[in-house]
């Protein structure tokens, strides 16, 4: 069996759902997670708001300008570009940053109260990125992981082409449920059978909370991950819950989101 | 009076939003409850029920594909995209999901734009905002006379509550802090720190909405005298009375 390293192209997943359905706890972790296994992980916070770079535990900065910021320029027309000679490779290279277990991170810059408008470069430089981060060879063998912005609407947006795995994280309340079935439903209209849509249930309560969400949703369930206080608790302080917790149940279910996500990578070879 | 309703994604913005509405209907207040979020949820949390609330905004969405003609008019938009919730309360909802720009063009009508064309006589209008802080940075004048910034005891939560309260202090609005889900002193007091000094209301965590979230139900309904609804009914209470000119 091909290790993790030696495989042709590594996962090509991005994490949606709706706000507070734990997209950042999860994707956060899962991404420190396959680094331990050996991927080569580049997570990809396109949010607006602060979600991964918590739960990953790299920190969040409220004064400093993200890196990608200095990526793009802007003409006299307004248009963005890249800096010249900055491809996808090169800037990931340059323009993530290093966070624990040498998991690598890309993220847009957050608003604060004065709006968009100062980290409008990183939003541009990082959209251009993402659209052609497939095409690299150097990058071929890594695992993107998209933390996407919460909503139905922002399915809509094209933050994530790279990704071919959409995992939608729902809790087992309706308002939940009802998101994931909306972004289930504009992911189809936009991308067809070209990506394939599957189920983490989060903060499962009570028995059988994994089966309801999937009998309303009807995707494949890869895991179920039970509520946990630690998660609380690591997101009261802003902190990763595998620092925090290592021994978390939540920490144990991400684990087995992780076999079942290899598993099916290997199968594909 | 016009009321809108912030927080980040999952703090509870729609249960305050929908029990606030139910309980001013009840004391007799004619009540305008307008969906803003391009997520829209409202109706579950008025009690409309889940697969209703779908409709609805099928309704909304209808636009795009030509089943549903245009409205020009506020008053067409509430009757048109509209429906009756429990106690009296009108739902209005006013976004689209399917697209990056939530608003109709050739509607012309926004989340802002119907906050600033509809007009309140006598009428309580809430409006139940996008998560995050997107909606709040473009509030301006006359939008609304009160804005209620909900936060939970997480980080996430706090870094975007925190900027709504700025930005509502930068433009003179008055803001008050839903502090929800909150389980004990620590989480009031990380809560507290972030938000600074202003005009606070205490949500204890609360089995009756936990299970309203999880029966698709109205927290109102679940159980109209757990200790959380209590106090959003209390508030509910305050809101009206400043709305009474003195």
Known sequence: MATVAERPRGLRLAVVGKGGAGKSVVSGTLARVLARRGHRVLALDSDTLPGIAWSIGAGVSEEDDVPLNSAAW???????????????????????????????????????????????????????????????SSLQSWTFLGDLPAGARQAAYNW??????????????????????????IMRTMRGDDVEISLVVNKAAADGDGERVQEFLDVPLLAVVPVDEGVTTAERAGVALLDLVPDSPVVRAIEGLADVLDAASIERI | MKIVVAGKGGVGKTTVSGTISRAL?????????????????????????????????????????????HEETTEGFVRRFGRDAPDGVRLVVASRIDRPNPGCACCGVSAESLLTELESDGKIIIG?????????????????????????????????AKRAVELTDDRGGRVIVIANRVRNDE????????????EMVVVPDDAAIALADREGRAAIDVDPNSPGVRVLIDLADRLASLAVPV
């Open chain 1, 160 to 185: 994530a082409p790279y990704a071919r795995q959409f995992l939608l994280v729902v809790e087992p309340t309706y308002q939940s449920m009802m998101t994931a079935r909306r972004i289930a439903r």
């Open chain 1, 74 to 136: 802007r003409d006299e027309k307004g248009r963005w570009h890249l800096n010249k000679g900055v491809g996808p490779a090169r800037a990931v290279q340059r323009y993530a940053t290093t966070a624990p277990d040498g998991v690598r991170l890309l993220q847009i810059g957050k608003n604060d109260r004065r709006g968009v408008g100062p980290n409008r470069a990183s939003h541009n430089a990082f959209w251009q990125i993402v659209q052609r981060l497939d095409e690299p």
């Open chain 2, 25 to 69: 209907a009840r004391a007799g207040h004619d009540v305008l409850a307008l969906d803003a979020d391009t997520n829209p949820m409202l109706g579950v949390s008025l009690g409309v029920g889940p697969e209703e609330t779908d409709l609805l905004v099928a309704v909304r969405q209808g636009l795009e594909t030509g089943e549903t003609e």
């Open chain 2, 187 to 198: 989480d009031l007091e990380v809560i507290r720190e972030a938000v600074g000094d202003c």
């Open chain 2, 128 to 160: 139940d905002l996008e998560a995050g802080i997107g909606t709040v940075m473009r509030l301006q004048e006359g939008h609304a006379d009160i804005v209620l910034v909900v936060a939970q005891p997480t980080a996430k939560s706090l870094f975007i």
